[in-house]
């Protein structure tokens, strides 16, 4: 079905809009695409996005790939997930700040499922406070529960 709707969408010239979330720190706002490798420290993003990955996979957390909606085999679906746009703000502010800070991140599009249940679990072990405002609603992450109650 999805696979239909791309081929129309491509067909009549209409694009989807990326996944765009943002951090500000410091006085300065980072933004951050889905799959985009460009940032300046994005060496160090790699290594707190792999430890992310270990993390998340050490409470046996299986990966949504229902959420990848591409044509790919279920480990690039995974991939996929780990690069999309919160979980790099997530990471870059994982590195840039210290506890007890709050982590606070603008998304323009809705939180996937996936990440949703990433960031919870990033929330409790990390040890932090994660806010994600995406186009719906506020997402306060804490001690791996999340303010929406599961319900967005």
């Known amino acids: 079905m999805m696979s239909q709707v791309r081929k129309e969408m491509k067909h009549r010239g209409i694009k989807a809009v990326p996944g765009c979330s943002s951090i500000e720190l410091d006085g ?3 933004e951050f695409m889905m799959g985009d490798w460009s940032h300046p420290e994005v060496n160090e993003m790699r290594e707190i996005l792999r430890d992310m990955s270990k993390r998340v996979h050490a409470v046996r957390h299986e990966p ?9 085999v279920d480990e690039e ?10 979980r790099l703000a997530i990471a870059y502010g994982l590195l840039k700040t210290k506890e007890p800070t709050v982590i606070r991140i603008v998304k323009n599009l809705r939180v996937c499922g996936d990440c949703h249940e990433v960031t919870k679990i990033i929330s409790t072990e990390y040890r932090c406070e994660i806010i994600i405002r995406n186009r719906v609603r506020f997402h306060k992450f804490v001690d791996g529960s999340c303010s929406c109650g599961d319900f967005w």
Not at 64 to 72: A, E, K, P, T, Y
Not at 77 to 86: D, I, R
């Open 28 to 30: 300065l706002v980072h």
């Open 64 to 72: 949504g790939i229902s959420d990848v909606l591409h044509n790919m």
């Open 77 to 86: 679906k995974e991939n996929a997930l780990c690069e999309h746009s919160e």
